[in-house]
């Protein structure tokens, strides 16, 4: 039961996050990414493979494998949802400061 409970924890804390996001926007915040579910950003940033590969070789506790899913799932669900995306967060900030 103890492996069930760690799922549900794990899916509770990010509809959580989803949550305080939703209710972010509705402050009139801009969300650039944030720990989702499903949740629709107003835009998505996914840095250059290259330079990622830098952060996450500091990171001793990330694993190559699982970034990579984590971008590919970024990169579909945004076009699915037609949330603009950015290789750096400076052209996210400027693009939602003209909207």
Do not use: C, W
């Not at 835009?43 to 952060?55: M, S």
């Not at 001793?60 to 699982?66: M, P, S």
């Amino acid at each position: 039961m103890e492996k069930k409970s760690n799922e549900y924890d794990f899916k509770l804390n990010y509809l959580r996050a989803d949550y305080m996001s939703e209710q972010s926007k509705l402050l009139g915040y801009r969300i650039i990414g944030s720990l989702f579910y499903t949740y629709k950003a107003d835009a998505v940033v996914i840095l250059p493979l290259e330079l990622h590969k830098l952060y996450i070789k500091k990171r001793k506790n990330i694993k190559y494998e699982e970034v990579i899913k984590i971008r590919n799932f970024l990169y579909l669900h945004a076009k699915k949802e037609k949330i603009p995306i950015f290789d750096n967060i400076i052209s996210a900030v400027n693009f939602l400061e003209n909207k």
